[in-house]
């Protein structure tokens, strides 16, 4: 082999070596480079949700930005200028670059048209030498703030993002140089609107907002929580009557958050199902009745001792009570029925049998003067009126059991000479008469 065959040899060897090397570097370049725009954070920005303010960093702009320029410090301790950048854009739909706190606040905020200051504010950009925070929610002397890149590591789960509270004395410490002011974001607490459209079986309940989220609860008649959630959204409906709620009493109270402030509660309570209760004060002449109810209507009806109806109507009310014993009505046996209505829905049907008695005018004996011998009997006889009486049992008396004795059937037993009165009473009304009894 010649010089110059060993010296070609030689170069092949180099060249190829070179080229081997080249494929690493491009294979873990192109291996690498996509796996920063695909990193994300295992459990999203701690404490989520924190006085209403909702980031999810695992999603655009967040993904977006990690693959900008400067985007490789994307869920990293030294992640702060890329959130705060992607959280401008979110907030404003700007369509900025990754910025420090220090390029935000000395040159780059009156490129996109921001104003700054020393003054807290929120959503405000707090820039520092060397880290930004995004200012959220501002409350008297504490504020609501977002960041990335908080170099704590218990956080790195977190991607080093965090929503936390501190004090303004706090925020303006440590390098702060002052607020770039991406907009005017007013405190104004959201609206919310609700309406229900009343059911027996469950009203379906609306909820409308300007927010961007509505939390809700539901409770039973004793205050326990039954549902305890939230949408995301700007309007939601529950159907009640979807949920096969056990008859009871409920309350539904909604309220919506947007930028950590929170909008009057609204509440709604609505019965499942229709109650009904029915007591009874007895009376010869006829018992008071008095009905309660949940609901709006209460039908009822009168039936004699044959099925006729009497009295057959309603009454709007929620309790209604009839006296029978003014409705003059007829002895006889009679059957109340009533029932309560709401919303399309009825209870079920109370009832109460009561009988209307005649009462006794008055008693009368077939003797009232009468003459027997000492060891004889006589059978009284009482006479009832009206003949129709419900109860006509009497009762019987002597006025000297040492002259004569009755029976509970009205016979006078002749015991030794004398004059002596016997009576007799009605059980129903004490009506009286005598009989005039000589004994020889």
Same mark, same amino acid.
């Given at each position: 082999?010649?010089?110059?065959?060993?010296?070609?040899?030689?170069?092949?060897?180099?060249?190829?070596?070179?080229?081997?090397?080249?494929?690493?570097?491009?294979?873990?370049?192109?291996?690498?480079?996509?796996?920063?725009? *695909? $990193?994300?954070?295992?459990?999203?920005?701690?404490?989520?949700?924190?006085?209403?303010?909702?980031?999810?960093?695992? $999603?655009?702009?967040?993904?977006?930005?990690?693959?900008?320029?400067?985007?490789?410090?994307?869920?990293?301790?030294?992640?702060?200028?890329?959130?705060?950048?992607?959280?401008?854009?979110?907030?404003?739909?700007?369509?900025?670059?990754?910025?420090?706190?220090?390029?935000?606040?000395?040159?780059?905020?009156?490129?996109? %048209?921001?104003?700054?200051?020393?003054?807290?504010?929120?959503?405000?950009? $707090?820039?520092?030498?060397?880290?930004?925070?995004?200012?959220?929610?501002?409350?008297? @002397?504490?504020?609501?703030?977002?960041?990335?890149?908080?170099?704590?590591?218990?956080?790195?789960?977190?991607?080093?993002?965090?929503?936390?509270?501190?004090?303004?004395?706090? *925020?303006?410490?440590?390098?702060?140089?002052?607020?770039?002011?991406?907009?005017?974001? /007013?405190?104004?607490?959201?609206?919310?609107?609700?309406?229900?459209?009343?059911?027996?079986?469950?009203?379906?309940?609306?909820?409308?907002?300007?927010?961007?989220?509505?939390?809700?609860? *539901?409770?039973?008649?004793?205050?326990?929580?039954?549902?305890?959630?939230?949408?995301?959204?700007?309007?939601?409906?529950?159907?009640?009557?979807?949920?096969?709620?056990?008859?009871?009493?409920?309350?539904?109270?909604?309220?919506?958050?947007?930028?950590?402030?929170? /909008?009057?509660?609204?509440?709604?309570?609505?019965?499942?199902?229709?109650?009904?209760?029915?007591?009874?004060?007895?009376?010869?002449?006829?018992?008071?009745?008095?009905?309660?109810?949940? %609901?709006?209507?209460?039908?009822?009806?009168?039936?004699?001792?044959?099925?006729? $109806?009497?009295?057959?109507?309603?009454?709007?009310?929620?309790?209604?009570?009839?006296?029978?014993?003014?409705? /003059?009505?007829?002895?006889?046996?009679?059957?109340?029925?009533?029932?309560?209505?709401?919303?399309?829905? @009825?209870?079920?049907?109370?009832?109460?049998?009561?009988?209307? *008695?005649? #009462?006794?005018?008055?008693?009368?004996?077939?003797?009232?003067?009468?003459?027997?011998?000492?060891?004889?009997?006589?059978?009284?006889?009482?006479?009832?009126? #009206?003949?129709?009486?419900?109860?006509?049992?009497?009762?019987?008396?002597? =006025?000297?059991?040492?002259?004569?004795?009755?029976?509970?059937? =009205?016979?006078?037993?002749?015991?030794?000479? =004398?004059?002596?009165?016997?009576?007799?009473?009605?059980?129903?009304?004490?009506?009286?008469?005598?009989?005039?009894?000589?004994?020889?």
């Amino acid at each position: 082999m010649n010089n110059g065959t060993i010296e070609k040899s030689f170069l092949f060897r180099v060249n190829k070596k070179i080229f081997m090397y080249l494929l690493i570097i491009l294979f873990f370049t192109n291996l690498i480079a996509p796996c920063k725009a *695909l $990193a994300t954070a295992q459990n999203g920005i701690y404490a989520n949700g924190l006085n209403g303010i909702n980031i999810n960093i695992n $999603a655009a702009p967040y993904t977006t930005f990690a693959t900008y320029s400067y985007g490789q410090y994307a869920y990293t301790s030294s992640g702060c200028a890329w959130f705060a950048s992607a959280r401008v854009n979110q907030l404003t739909g700007v369509n900025n670059v990754i910025y420090d706190g220090a390029n935000w606040y000395n040159n780059q905020y009156s490129r996109y %048209g921001f104003t700054k200051g020393q003054t807290v504010k929120a959503k405000a950009l $707090a820039c520092y030498q060397g880290h930004v925070r995004v200012v959220e929610i501002v409350n008297g @002397d504490t504020v609501t703030i977002s960041e990335g890149g908080y170099n704590v590591a218990s956080y790195a789960s977190y991607g080093y993002t965090r929503i936390a509270t501190m004090s303004i004395a706090a *925020l303006q410490s440590g390098g702060f140089l002052g607020y770039v002011y991406i907009g005017d974001f /007013s405190n104004t607490p959201p609206s919310i609107a609700l309406t229900a459209l009343p059911s027996v079986l469950g009203p379906q309940i609306t909820v409308v907002t300007n927010g961007t989220r509505i939390w809700y609860a *539901l409770f039973d008649n004793v205050g326990k929580a039954i549902a305890l959630s939230f949408v995301d959204s700007q309007s939601n409906t529950w159907d009640f009557s979807k949920w096969s709620l056990a008859k009871g009493k409920y309350k539904f109270e909604a309220q919506a958050s947007s930028n950590g402030l929170n /909008s009057e509660t609204k509440s709604y309570t609505f019965i499942i199902g229709v109650s009904i209760t029915l007591t009874a004060v007895p009376s010869k002449l006829g018992p008071q009745i008095s009905v309660n109810t949940d %609901g709006t209507r209460i039908w009822y009806a009168l039936y004699d001792n044959v099925g006729k $109806a009497i009295a057959l109507s309603f009454v709007d009310s929620q309790s209604n009570t009839w006296d029978f014993s003014k409705w /003059s009505l007829t002895p006889g046996k009679y059957t109340f029925e009533a029932q309560a209505s709401r919303d399309g829905g @009825d209870s079920e049907v109370k009832s109460y049998t009561f009988t209307i *008695l005649q #009462p006794v005018s008055s008693v009368k004996l077939n003797k009232s003067n009468l003459t027997i011998k000492k060891g004889k009997t006589y059978k009284l006889i009482a006479y009832i009126s #009206p003949s129709n009486a419900s109860n006509k049992r009497v009762t019987w008396k002597t =006025g000297n059991y040492r002259i004569a004795k009755v029976s509970s059937t =009205g016979v006078v037993k002749a015991i030794k000479k =004398g004059i002596v009165n016997i009576y007799v009473y009605t059980v129903d009304g004490k009506k009286t008469a005598k009989c005039k009894v000589t004994i020889k």
